[in-house]
């Protein structure tokens, strides 16, 4: 079974910064695509970021210039570094990956989420 761990949300004020992280674990062959989703009150879950192993990371037209996605195979561990953040990235933070498991299956999996709430 693989298991996704999100961390790093908070509580920050308009113009903050938070890195979120996000760790893999379990029979993983090796991690295809990783991507960070969001999902706002009242509204449906939206992609933030992807980034697959090998190929072009895509941004939602919303964080562009703001929000950077990483990862690093190593650890199993990808990241998303959030700058200039505004009321409205107010949002519960999902994590997504999409895994060869050890059971030579291409397998898709969600982490439970991380709170990010952007106030004064």
């Known amino acids: 079974q693989v298991q996704l761990v999100e961390s790093g949300g908070g509580l920050v004020q308009p113009g903050g910064s938070l890195r979120l992280s996000c760790a893999a674990s379990?029979?993983?062959?090796?991690?295809?695509?990783v991507g960070w989703y969001r999902q706002a009150p009242g509204k449906e879950r939206e992609l933030v970021a992807v980034?697959?192993?090998?190929?072009?990371?895509n941004y939602a037209d919303s964080v562009k210039g703001r929000f950077t996605i990483s990862r690093d195979n190593a650890k199993r561990t990808a990241y998303l570094q959030m700058n200039s953040l505004k009321p409205e990235d107010t949002a519960v933070y999902y994590c997504n990956a999409d895994v060869l498991s050890g059971n030579f299956r291409r397998e898709n999996y969600w982490g439970r989420g991380t709170q990010v709430t952007v106030s004064s």
């Open positions: 980034m697959p192993s090998r190929g072009s990371t």
């Open positions: 379990g029979s993983i062959l090796s991690i295809n695509v």
